[in-house]
């Protein structure tokens, strides 16, 4: 092992290996079908990706939604590239149910009568899932025992495509164990001002994680495609209303008197940024409850907890947005938000 020279086999250089179990995540609409659309045409076709080399191979879409905006999408990415050849892509027409063993083995099956594929994307997790929970470790184990077993087994290269969490951590939804298992992952987000979407790389096993990098939308056929625009990193924390300040001192003062140590759930969170590990987290709903005693509400009494309720909704949301809190499951914390280039000395 020691005496062999690894060389990456490169997929899209320095994104996406031919060996790669990677996960492509965003918020339902927020652009990520479009960047998946885009990577599977450019390896498919053999032609850069956005100034990346890519190795030329058939790719295999597993589609369980969206079939209806699929042809207008790639039709539209074939003209902007100004290719005269077809792209080796193949679509299926229905979902998959990779928790089930005939299921897997019907794509791999595919797969070999097609031949030459190299990368199958699953788009989404959720709707190729089968009757699985994706909050369910053991669902998520046997779902990825069968993408081993049956696709990677064969030298192909699978990526799903899946949803974000409904919090601020910067995760997919479900099972933190769908994480731990991808050897990349890249989260795709939409800003709600510009339009302008941003993937970043939230995980790289084997090599460095790689700068953010941003598309704005062209107008192409009857659809749009991807263009490169320059990233432009926005500022993590805003100022903060009167409501929201109240709200965080609600949150620091029962971090002081009530705070537990993050339980597991919390720390899987962090599994490349331990430095950003939450001290203490409290329940969110004793947060809820100190928050709605302490917000100054000019309302009815029979409509206060109405308007109140109001209220801390959009500070929640204004606070985990602005990146001042943590917010996952039953819990909420004040967030470190800590550089990745201070991280050896937190570490």
């Given amino acids: 092992m020691m005496a062999r020279e690894y060389v990456a086999n490169w997929l899209i250089d320095g994104l996406i290996e031919q060996s790669d179990l990677g996960l492509i995540f965003g918020a339902s609409g927020g652009g990520k079908s479009f960047v998946v ?41 074939h003209i902007d590239k100004g290719c ?44 190729n899932l089968g009757n699985g929970d994706e909050n369910s470790a053991k669902d998520i184990a046997k779902f990825l025992q069968n993408i081993d077993l049956y696709l990677r087994s064969i030298g192909v290269a699978v990526i799903p495509v899946h949803h974000s969490g409904n919090d601020s951590s910067g995760r997919s939804r479900g099972s933190s164990s769908i994480r731990a298992a991808m050897d990349v992952e890249y989260e795709v987000k939409q800003d709600a001002d ?15 994680q790689l700068k953010p990098f941003s598309f704005k939308f ?37 971090l002081e008197s009530d705070g537990i140590t993050p339980p597991k759930i919390i720390i899987d ?22 928050v709605y005693d302490a917000i100054p509400v000019a309302s009815e009494p029979e409509k206060r907890r109405d308007a109140v309720r109001a209220a801390f909704n959009r500070v929640k949301n204004d606070l985990s947005g602005a990146g001042h ?14 550089a990745p280039n201070e991280r050896d000395k937190n570490a």
């Fill in 37 to 77: 659309l885009d990577m599977a045409y450019c390896i498919a076709a053999g032609i850069p990706y956005h100034g990346r080399n890519t190795k030329k191979t058939g790719v295999l879409y597993v589609c369980g939604e969206g079939h209806s905006g699929l042809q207008k999408r790639i039709k539209a990415i």
């Fill in 84 to 127: 005269t050849e077809l792209p080796n892509i193949h679509i299926t027409t229905v979902p998959a149910a990779f928790i089930d063993e005939s299921s897997a083995i019907a794509i791999q099956n595919t797969i070999k009568a097609i031949g030459n594929i190299g990368v199958v994307f699953v788009d989404t997790f959720h709707r």
């Fill in 194 to 208: 510009t339009n302008i979407i941003t993937v970043t790389n939230t995980k790289m096993k084997n090599f460095e």
């Fill in 218 to 254: 062209k107008p192409v056929a009857e659809s749009v495609v991807l263009e490169p625009t320059k990233y432009t990193a926005k500022k993590s924390k805003k100022s903060l209303n009167d409501n929201s300040l109240i709200a965080l001192n609600c949150l620091n003062k029962l």
């Fill in 269 to 290: 969170l962090f599994p490349d940024s331990p430095q950003n590990i939450p001290d203490k987290v409290v329940n969110l709903e004793q947060w809820r409850k100190a």
């Fill in 325 to 338: 809190v943590g917010l996952y499951g039953s819990y909420i914390w004040k967030a470190k938000d800590i």
